[in-house]
């Protein structure tokens, strides 16, 4: 018996293997590490406007000035990525994150012109090497366009990752803000990236944005799966289409648009990840910028059944669709199917009141 303690929700909701595949790398640095880089670099941010990273109030502002920041201030040297990632994973492995694809955006940390896309990534490499030693979290790092640049700075850096390829790099995303940045833009870097076998995402009908610029990224981008995705409830005929093809939802219960647009009150009932599932769509929860929405893994799976009402056996469900939305291989998908399945079973049995 006591080998076996109950659990309750959050205890199990941590304790389920998990995999994340949406998740900014910029977006999970820690309060404390954010203000010793910012020292330590000598970035010159005041400490109140860090403080204000830390703040998710009422109508919480999104995220993207955090990340320029980063870009043009703080991150500077190989050794910044190297910690940020371990970090990050060390993070990860705590809420049993087991498999994580992660997002970093290569182009304005570049543009500063103070490493080399190589020297970048290979850090980042570095840390994730270190951490499938140290802890068993096995990762792998999507590039992703700032698609507030130009497509052609998208190409420049789409080509680097291309001529300098890397197991560990196995695909595309794109994300900043999509207001009036649609995928189509993008189209080149994105057939560069499939034509050299590269798997591919999109940040797309994020910020109440057109449901077309998730077909488009279907049909043009031809992603292998959607981040945010929410204005497909707009189109009944794409929900079909996406509930048929089975393809995968990553979705942010914290994501900061719905927040601030809907009415707290009726935030929950009115929220889109509440209704995707219903009509098919496979979604997945995931934390996007984990330390700046005050979330974690287990806090996003967390709101999933809080606030969207979603079963254990909803949950049971996500976790299958995470797996199948994971680029890995079938062989690596089947056994952690299997193995998963079993502990997730395990522990509901486990579960106080489910
Ligand atoms: N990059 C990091 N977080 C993001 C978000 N919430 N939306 C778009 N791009 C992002
Ligand atoms: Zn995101």
New binding site residues.
């Given amino acids: 018996m006591s080998e076996t303690p109950p659990l309750d929700l959050i205890s199990f909701l941590r304790a389920i293997p998990k995999v994340e595949l949406h998740c900014?790398l910029?977006?999970t640095i820690r309060h404390e590490t954010m203000v010793a880089l910012n020292r330590r670099k000598n970035a010159g941010i005041s400490e109140e406007e860090i403080d204000g990273y830390y703040v998710r109030g009422e109508k919480p502002k999104?995220?993207?000035h955090i990340?320029r920041q980063l870009e043009k201030l703080i991150v500077r040297a190989p050794r910044d990525l190297y910690d940020i990632t371990v970090d990050y994973l060390r993070e990860a492995h705590a809420h049993n994150v087991r498999y994580a694809e992660f997002?970093w955006?290569p182009s304005g940390v570049l543009a500063q012109r103070t490493m080399t896309y190589v020297q970048a990534r290979d850090a980042i490499l570095g840390a994730i090497r270190d951490a499938e030693k140290a802890l068993g979290i096995v990762s792998r790092l999507i590039p992703?366009i700032d698609r507030q640049d130009t497509p052609e700075a998208a190409f420049e850096m789409v080509s680097l990752v291309v001529e300098h390829p890397a197991p560990e790099v196995i695909g595309l995303g794109i994300?900043?803000?999509?207001v009036d940045r649609p995928p189509e833009l993008f189209w080149k870097s994105y057939r560069l990236a499939k034509r050299r076998g590269l798997k591919a995402t999109a940040?797309a009908g994020?910020?109440a944005q057109h449901w077309r610029n998730i077909e488009t990224a279907l049909d043009l981008l031809e992603v292998d799966r959607i981040d945010?995705g929410y204005t497909v409830l707009d189109n009944p005929a794409l929900v079909r289409r996406c509930a048929d093809s089975g393809i995968v939802f990553t979705v942010?219960p914290t994501?900061?648009f719905y927040l601030r647009t809907l009415p707290r009150a009726e935030w929950a009932t009115k929220h889109p990840i509440r209704f995707m599932p219903g009509q098919g769509i496979r979604v997945h929860p995931n934390s996007?910028?984990p330390t700046y929405h005050i979330v974690t893994p287990t806090g996003a799976w967390f709101m999933m059944v809080k606030d969207f009402g979603f079963s254990i056996d909803d949950l049971r469900g996500f976790m299958t669709n995470g797996l199948d939305g994971a680029w890995i291989d079938e062989t690596t998908r089947r056994r952690w199917a299997h193995a998963w399945a079993a502990e997730f079973d395990a522990l509901r049995g486990r579960l106080t009141g489910g």
């Fill in positions: 900014h910029f977006g999104g995220v993207l990340f997002f955006n992703a994300d900043y803000s999509e940040h994020e910020f945010h942010i994501n900061s996007d910028d």
